[in-house]
């Protein structure tokens, strides 16, 4: 087994942690950078350095500063496992690459495991072919996979960003959606939107911008659009053969030989809940996210754990984007120099705190993060989901002092 000790690790090689490692290493630190994919990027940049200087140029960059970065140890391919912490001690990552175990000791930790797609549950959604709009755009930028057209092609249930990307490199890819159903999204106040409009223009107005560049390019390719779309079941035997829906026109059915979903994207908490970390409902985006401080740190049972602590970034905290995640105000220099446990070789100025979930400027403008299902599935007339109507905060912390894995999953 392999052992190692140093300053700070990181678990997740996405923006937001190729961003902590960075700083923190720059500041002095030595760091250990943990991420399942076989290289760095996330979900966001997954596969950016195979296609050349083409891409996402800042991703690129932050890309190349974590490998050329003294102080970085960059362990791609790599399972943590277990996360353990002892007293006033930092944390103990255990990990497994193709070489086999290891064992890691550092100051801090930052979890930097990104976001994960909302479950979408709805009649017929476990047959095979029933899949996200996420794993689709995965399977393209890793593996060049594109849908096929036969026996009905793909048909896209959703709304949000995501979908409109997913259909922009698609055909750049040289794929082509069946049609895509819009899910009903609440009532619009056409005097809301506009008043909100200018603050959404001066505040992001590249993201706005990109945002009617997308709905553009999807009605130039004529993709047939499904609005208002309140009942989606998929239909088939072993496998899904049709979508049956409710539009603004009555009731339909479409032949498919996949189906993609997507309801927007949540914070992936499954590393902060087998640490135990305290968490919260915000009822704005329907889902648990940890309790942090201003500048990212999160606790147990409201106490700070050993070491330098615990600190959550990008996604994993709220959700943000590639550019929350990566910017200087997402990351001040004094968060990672705080995480490591405080590094004496170099000082750094603090910049302004981190804002854990803040949305951007545009997203008013935007469709609401309200997620579908809350309106579509038959439930209680209470905005709380009934499995967590007792739940605005997590439950009191086991007195037992370990902790189990933290898997270094999904990044954002």
Known sequence: MADESVDLAVVGAGPAGLSAAVTAAELGAS?????????????????????????????????????????????????????????????????????????TTARGLVLATGAMERPVPFPGWTLPGVLGVGALQAALKTGGLVPGSDGGGLVIAGRGPLVLLYLAQLAAAGGRATAVLELAGPERNVGRLASRLPGALFGDPATLGRGVWLLAARALRGVPVHRGVTTLRAEGDGRVEAVRFTDTGGERVLPCRLLAVHDGVIPNTQATRLLRLDHEWRDEAACFAPVTDDWGRATRAGKALGGAGVWVAGDGAGIEGARGAGSPAGWPGSTPRAASGGCRRRRSTPGPRRRCGRAPASRPCGASSTPWTRRSIPGPASPTPPWCAAAKRSPPAPSEPRSPAAPSGQTG
């Open 31 to 103: 760091v250990a950078l943990f991420d399942e994919q076989p290289a760095p990027g996330g979900q966001v940049w997954r596969g950016l350095e195979r296609q050349g200087r083409g891409g996402d140029r800042a991703g690129h960059d932050l890309i190349a500063r974590a490998r050329t970065t003294a102080g970085i140890r960059l362990r791609p391919a790599t399972t943590v496992f277990h996360a353990a912490f002892e007293g006033a001690d930092g944390p103990t990552l255990s990990w497994m690459d193709s070489g086999g175990l290891g064992r």
